[in-house]
């Protein structure tokens, strides 16, 4: 058969999904748009904490839900990643930045902002809304406290209510490095209180993507932050969630997928979206004839354990987990599969051989001296600290696997 050309591939593995390839999530969706985004519509601010592991896909819901409040319910979205802020400041300036570049879907809006916010753009460019990183950055310390941000807020919303806006719809993404800093809880709980207090609240949608622990971290710095969030948990995708995934992916480009391979990129994926989009990434590359079969879903499979290792796992616990004295061990634990994060030391001895049998003292050492895992609270117990690491061993592991007797899928 004739190569196909290739146009866009429809994965995403370090981006939050596009909307068009966004699937499953419905209770979660659902949830935000009745409990968060109507009622602020509706005039009253509410404060929603996205928690789940890392690449589980928050950014994506958070992103989704912003997308459909914009559009159908009149919230103005704000998108702000605090990635680099260590600071107040800083957080007041991804937030000003983040209503600079509010509304780009609507030429109403944006002008509205633009004759607002003009000072904070620099010279127009042809990509959209060029920051004026400066102006910004001296301004933003105006904002860094909840008594200035508000009156902001309520500003845009004046601004912007004759184009339809209701309300503030703001998302602090990525909060891992300001997590740390005692200020920002305070100011968390001073923005939720504060507007909650005042004569005329703003309606406000506040979002934090996180995993959990920094949710924890937030309450060890300043524990009434636990009472201000409406928590919700994103967990690993269904069969059904993953299955729709992949077949909307490869529909989207005129691809098709058979039965097999579809068993065979759901089983590896095993629920994680970050996975299903690397497997499904070089599944799209493989093959050459628009029909996704079992030899391209394994290739796919095989690539992807290299490329999981090469970008997700520090090269000193690459070369251990390669190293040939323990891979027959490795193979035994990868066979628990992606989900468990555990193991107890017994079960897993159970399965070796003798010669595996001694060196597995010196293994488990070896893991935990690179952090690789960790004793867990029950007697023997580990646990993995590192998903990607988890699943680069369940990868590997499939290697070998295919090597003797082909892979198996559940
Ligand atoms: N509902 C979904 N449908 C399809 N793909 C998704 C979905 N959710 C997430 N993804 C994909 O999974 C990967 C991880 O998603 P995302 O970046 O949203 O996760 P995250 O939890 O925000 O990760 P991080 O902890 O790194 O911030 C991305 O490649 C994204 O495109
Ligand atoms: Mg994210």
Sequence with gaps: ?????????????????????????????????????????????????????????????????????????????????????????????????????????????????????????????????????????????????????????????????????????????????ITANAQFAHFIKGLVDTNAMSKEPVPLLLMLCGVEDRRYEMIQKHQPIDRIFDVLQIEAMSQAEMEEFFSKAFESVQMKIDNEAMKFLTHYSAGFPKIMHLLGDAAYWIDKNGTVDTDDAQSAILISAEEVGKKYVDQQVFNALRSAEYRSILAKIAKMGPVNMNFIKNDVAKGLTEPEKKKFNNFLQKMKRLNVIRSGDIQGEYIFNIRMVRFYIWLQASKLESGKSGMETA
């Excluded at 146009?7 to 981006?15: D, H, N, R």
């Excluded at 459909?68 to 007041?92: I, K, N, S, W």
């Design 1 to 177: 058969m004739a190569e196909i050309q290739k146009g866009k591939s429809p994965f995403y593995p370090g981006q939050p999904v596009p909307g068009e390839l966004f699937v499953g999530r419905a209770s979660q969706i659902e949830r935000i748009m009745t409990r968060g985004v109507g009622q602020v519509a509706a005039g009253k601010p509410v404060a929603i904490f996205i928690q789940g592991e890392y690449g589980i896909g928050k950014s994506s819901i958070a992103g989704f839900v912003q997308w459909m409040a914009e559009r159908e319910h009149g919230l103005l979205g704000l998108y702000a990643p605090l990635g680099g802020a260590a600071t107040l400041d800083d957080v007041a300036a991804a937030i000003l930045k983040a209503t600079v570049q509010a509304g780009a879907y609507n030429p109403n809006i944006s002008e509205k902002i633009r004759g607002f916010l003009g000072k904070y753009i620099g010279e127009q460019s042809f990509f959209g809304v060029r920051i004026h990183a400066e102006a910004l950055k001296k301004d933003a310390p105006t904002l860094a406290s909840p008594a200035d941000l508000l009156p902001f807020f309520r500003e845009t919303l004046g601004r912007t209510k004759d184009a339809g806006i209701k309300g503030i719809f703001l998302v602090l993404d990525e909060i891992n490095g």
